[in-house]
């Protein structure tokens, strides 16, 4: 059984900085795809950034890309989400996600697990 630990998450105000991160249990950590996704209230949950299983690849939601950075460590089988110049519109219960499918990686309902959320608010 995969398990995925989010952690990290708390209050911040516009302009800060926060890192989450996610520590991921189970079968082997470099063979997925590994993903960020948040959800806001009365709003779909929705993919942010993905990193690819050796790193080689990163893709971001326009609404944050050039803000927030994902990256992997492989031995430490832990994903990470810097989140730099956070607004109050990035407040969202955020989720860590794991993909071993083929299935396109922006889309939510291709994840396989995830993890329980770690809240993250930003205040004007």
């Known amino acids: 059984q995969v398990q995925l630990v989010e952690s990290g998450g708390g209050s911040v105000q516009a302009g800060g900085s926060l890192r989450l991160s996610c520590g991921v249990s189970?079968?082997?950590?470099?063979?997925?795809?590994m993903a960020w996704a948040r959800q806001a209230p009365g709003k779909e949950r929705e993919i942010v950034a993905v990193?690819?299983?050796?790193?080689?690849?990163?893709y971001y939601a326009d609404s944050v890309k050039a803000r927030f950075t994902i990256s992997r460590d492989n031995v430490k089988n832990t994903v990470y989400l810097q989140m730099n110049r956070l607004k109050p519109e990035d407040t969202a219960v955020y989720y860590c996600?794991?993909?071993?499918?083929?299935?396109?990686?922006?889309?939510?309902?291709?994840?396989?697990?995830w993890g329980q959320g770690t809240q993250v608010t930003v205040s004007s």
């Open positions: 189970g079968r082997t950590f470099s063979s997925y795809f």
């Open positions: 996600a794991a993909k071993l499918n083929s299935g396109i990686y922006y889309v939510t309902e291709n994840y396989d697990y």
């Open positions: 990193i690819r299983r050796n790193g080689g690849f990163t």
